[in-house]
């Protein structure tokens, strides 16, 4: 099973931008769709972005245009590009790699803090 380990976090000024990694330790030809989630006081875990090692991606209509997901194969690390920041995208980030079918399962980074001040 892969390991995730998210790196990146910390304070922005609202209105600027901000990348979040996160390292894949493992094989990538085994996940069948990485996503990126955020949990805050006020949100419960969302799904604010998601990849396939094909490369397509999904985000959530209100996301869509400001947050952006890629993947870095040659280095196993996926990106979460954030712009225009407002003060509520603050929360903790978490990755996810997602193995579908009988020995399916799905694992977490640890969660990272990104604090978007007024």
């Known amino acids: 099973q892969v390991q995730l380990v998210e790196s990146g976090g910390g304070l922005v000024q609202a209105g600027g931008s901000h990348r979040l990694s996160c390292v894949i330790s493992g094989s990538l030809d085994e996940i069948d769709i990485m996503r990126w989630f955020s949990r805050s006081d006020k949100k419960a875990n969302e799904m604010v972005a998601s990849?396939?090692?094909?490369?397509?991606?999904n985000y959530p209509r209100s996301l869509k245009g400001r947050f952006t997901i890629s993947l870095d194969k040659a280095k196993n690390t996926m990106y979460l590009q954030m712009d225009r920041l407002t003060p509520e995208d603050t929360a903790v980030y978490y990755c996810n790699a997602q193995k579908n079918g009988l020995m399916g399962y799905s694992k977490w980074g640890q969660g990272i803090q990104v604090t978007v001040s007024s």
């Open positions: 990849i396939t090692p094909g490369g397509d991606t």
